[in-house]
């Protein structure tokens, strides 16, 4: 199991279960979309499998920098070849995915 975690105040990490099924856990906000970006491009790169899927669920709390961080994973997996699936998105990242009309984007997945 690989552990990835920030060490900010508002933590954020990715664990994975088994390979390509990722865990998301903590804030994904202005405060740790940075490394939130760094540790799920790593964890991306680092994992074996060739599609991907991260559960949602653990996220606590979430604002547009955070749902631009599941845009970019998105993004990265597609130029990659690899695909990459979002299941229990939160409520704060549908709505404000709604409002940019990325919505339909964040559910489909690449």
């Not at 990325?102 to 997945?109: S, V």
């Amino acid at each position: 199991m690989v552990v990835v975690a920030a060490t900010a105040p508002r933590e954020f990490s990715l664990e994975e279960s088994a390979p390509g099924k990722f865990a998301a856990r903590g804030a994904l906000t202005f405060a740790t979309a940075r490394r939130a970006r760094e540790l799920g491009l790593a964890a991306l790169h680092a994992s074996s499998a060739a599609g991907f899927q991260i559960d949602c669920s653990g996220i606590t709390h979430s604002d547009s920098a955070g749902m631009t961080v599941l845009l970019d994973w998105l993004s990265v997996a597609k130029r990659d070849g690899h695909s990459l699936q979002y299941a229990n998105l939160p409520a704060q990242v549908k709505d404000i995915a709604g409002i940019s009309d990325t919505l339909e984007m964040l559910q489909k997945g690449v």
